[in-house]
């Protein structure tokens, strides 16, 4: 049987992990949305939602970050929930082009959904 993981266990780990790098300061803030180019580059939060709706969090976490493309994952979850995967496939289909994402090329080779 498995070993059964405690919020304070959650909580632990979440402290562990902002200490481990809360001092990593490489990289730019992407400057192709104005938004992100502006958030103050040391900024840094970690949070964690329980089942029970519980947050956990370290850092800046009441910074309201701008989340973008990270934003795709749970959306994708929250409409395969309400739909089926093979029902969110067939209407937004999954097609890698090999461009970038704001690619008007792109859009324009898709033969069917964008």
Do not use: W
């Not at 979440?14 to 001092?23: R, Y």
């Not at 103050?40 to 949070?47: C, H, N, V």
């Amino acid at each position: 049987m498995g070993q059964k993981i405690t919020k304070q266990d959650v909580r632990d780990a979440v402290q562990h992990a902002f200490e481990q790098t809360k001092a990593v300061s490489g990289g730019k803030n992407a400057d192709y949305i104005p938004y992100l180019a502006n958030v103050p580059s040391d900024l840094f939060g970690i949070a964690v939602c329980l089942p029970d709706g519980e947050i956990i969090a370290a850092g800046d976490t009441e910074y309201k970050f701008g989340i973008e493309s990270v934003s795709k994952v749970p959306t994708a979850i929250l409409a395969m929930n309400q739909y089926s995967a093979e029902e969110v496939l067939a209407k937004i289909g999954a097609d890698a082009t090999g461009l970038p994402f704001n690619s008007i090329m792109a859009i324009l080779l898709e033969k069917d959904h964008p």
